[in-house]
């Protein structure tokens, strides 16, 4: 629920002028799991399923005319698994697969958008469909060291975007409707891998656990904006210059990105309760952005992954 209301001032006197409003909506909805799995062996696996999920609808809580206060639809998402899980060489090693398929129907998007200088957030929905896969292993060869490895891709697209976006130039500003479908999924990676490896021992007095791990993940979208709308003065556009453009476009996608991390730690004592650790995060210091945020076409910022680091740990457990 949400009520706002305020006043005009006109010189030289204040003058108040009516204008409470109200929005009020109830959303229900049912979510739920299904699936089947059958064990063609006492090793060997197989299962499908098919949920469905559900977000409140929204109502806008920044906005200047009641024509933008209208309150957004639930975002309902449905999704179908198929996969299989398989153990082997006498339970030493084990390989999983997934294949799976969603359709968001009205998923939510906030912008911020800034008429005439007023600054206002509006809320719009989304159709969207994915396919992916993924698939996980771990070896254990001998007693003691096991080798891991993981792997996913995905290929997320819009398939019905109606946006907002500002057409006309101040003070004549409005927020109009635009075709938003070719619009970016941020944030998602669509291809990645891990493999790495442990390694438990106990040397008697002494116990060692070590591991080592590299994990990759190939470009990633930072702006949601087509790269062809940075200099575009249509609506949706940035209207910015070309060099403006090609600074943004700089920071408009992540690299792919490779972290190698690894840690040696030695436990001793009664119960092998004191511990001490030798360890190293991104140790090739790999950088690439993480983050970006885009303020209209006034403002652009960006953080990167944390650089090389190591350091020594100890610990006490009682």
Not at 105 to 121: E, F, I, K
Not at 165 to 194: N, W
Request: hydrophobic residues 35%.
């Amino acid at each position: 629920r949400m009520a706002s209301c305020s006043g005009v001032t006109t010189p030289p006197a204040t003058v108040a002028i009516p204008c409470d409003r109200e929005r009020h909506k109830t959303f229900t909805n049912l979510s739920y799991t299904i699936g089947a799995d059958y064990d063609l062996t006492d090793d060997i696996l197989i299962y499908a399923k098919h949920s469905k999920g559900y977000r409140s609808g929204a109502l806008q809580l920044r906005t200047v005319t009641l024509e933008d206060s209208i309150p957004s639809d639930p975002e309902i998402v449905h999704e179908q698994e198929i996969g299989i899980k398989t153990t082997f060489l006498g339970g030493r090693a084990r390989f999983n697969v997934a294949g799976y398929h969603n359709k968001v129907r009205d998923a939510q998007r906030s912008p911020v958008l800034a008429p005439n200088g007023v600054s206002q957030t509006v809320i719009e929905n989304a159709d969207t469909e994915t396919w992916g896969v993924e698939a996980d292993a771990s070896f254990e060869v001998v007693d003691g060291p096991t080798l891991l490895a993981s792997g996913a891709t995905s290929d997320p697209n819009y398939t019905r975007y109606e946006g907002k976006a500002l057409a006309g130039i101040p003070p004549a500003q409005t927020i109009v409707t635009v075709d938003k479908s070719d619009y970016l999924l941020v944030g998602i990676v669509k291809e990645q891998f891990t493999v790495g490896a442990n390694l438990k021992q106990d040397l008697g007095g002494v116990g060692l656990d070590a591991n080592i791990v590299y994990a990759w993940q190939g470009k990633m979208p930072q702006i949601d904006i087509p790269v062809n709308m940075f200099t575009s003065t249509a609506p949706g556009g940035l209207g910015l210059t070309q060099a403006q453009a090609d600074q943004l476009a700089a920071v408009a996608q992540s690299g792919s990105l490779g972290l190698l991390n690894a840690r040696v730690a030695l436990s001793f004592g009664p119960e092998k309760n004191f511990e001490v650790a030798l360890w190293g995060k991104n140790l090739t210091n790999d950088q690439e952005q993480q983050y970006t945020l885009l303020l209209s076409n006034i403002y652009v910022g960006t953080s990167y992954n944390e650089p090389r680091s190591y350091g020594v740990t100890a610990s006490f457990k009682f």
